[in-house]
């Protein structure tokens, strides 16, 4: 039998114990999946567009997940604003279901080539690679358009089998410790990034897919932690 001291305490620990295992439930999920919410994993362009093939989860380190975090950490695996800050074209918008429908991309980053500060301006004369950039509400996961193009002289139209090509640079650009140096806090920053392969939940082939050019149907999730 239980004393009534020991049943006294354990009442005392019990709103404890409860909000401890409610806290459990509200770890954040790797991302919401857009079309359970009626959202698309193309984003939209001119009646079509282009498979998000790839996500930062929403359980990398949450300074990954800021504008500008996200964006040092894409300096550090070779991208950058586009050359002089200037974009040419409309912007192309997702619906990630998070319930603010149609909204437009925060920007394009586009491969340095090797060449810091020029580099971008290098990859619009020559084409290579660029992603457009969609953060989901309420998860913070970062949902990118992955593509490779061709040089200014083709209009940048994508190149063949561009989409997959695309993704794949990124990832192996990604994938394990990168440093990258943060100009503003006056430090460099070591990321460690860890992919996941999804399959089933975009179908593969060019369906609804810009510039007709076909994609595998697989997603590569990266998960981001600051080391």
């Known amino acids: 039998m239980f004393s009534s001291t020991t049943l006294a305490a354990f009442a005392l620990a019990l709103p404890t114990l409860i909000s401890a295992t409610t806290r459990v439930t509200e770890i954040p999920a790797d991302f919401i999946n857009p079309t359970t919410k009626g959202g698309s994993w193309l984003d939209k362009s001119a009646g079509l567009g282009e498979p998000l093939n790839v996500v930062i989860s929403a359980k990398s380190s949450p300074e990954v997940l800021t504008d500008d975090g996200f964006l040092q950490y894409a300096q550090a695996i070779g991208f950058d604003v586009e050359c002089l800050g200037l974009h040419l074209g409309d912007p192309q918008t ?134």
């Open 94 to 227: 997702a619906n990630l279901g998070d319930g603010r429908g149609d909204v437009n991309e925060t920007r394009v980053l586009r491969s340095e080539l090797g060449v810091l500060g020029l580099g971008t301006c290098l990859e619009t004369l020559e084409g290579g690679n660029h992603f457009r950039d969609f953060p989901q509400a309420g998860t913070g996961a970062r949902f990118l358009a992955v593509s490779k193009e061709e040089d200014l002289s083709q209009h940048h139209t994508i190149v063949p089998d561009g989409y997959n090509i695309g993704r794949d640079l990124l990832v192996a650009s990604a994938v394990g410790q990168k440093t990258g140096f943060d100009f503003k806090k006056f430090k460099f920053t070591t990321y460690n990034t860890v992919l996941t392969e999804l399959t089933g939940l975009i179908a593969p082939g060019a369906d609804g897919v810009n510039h007709g050019i076909a994609q595998d149907g697989v997603i590569k999730m990266l998960t981001v932690t600051i080391v």
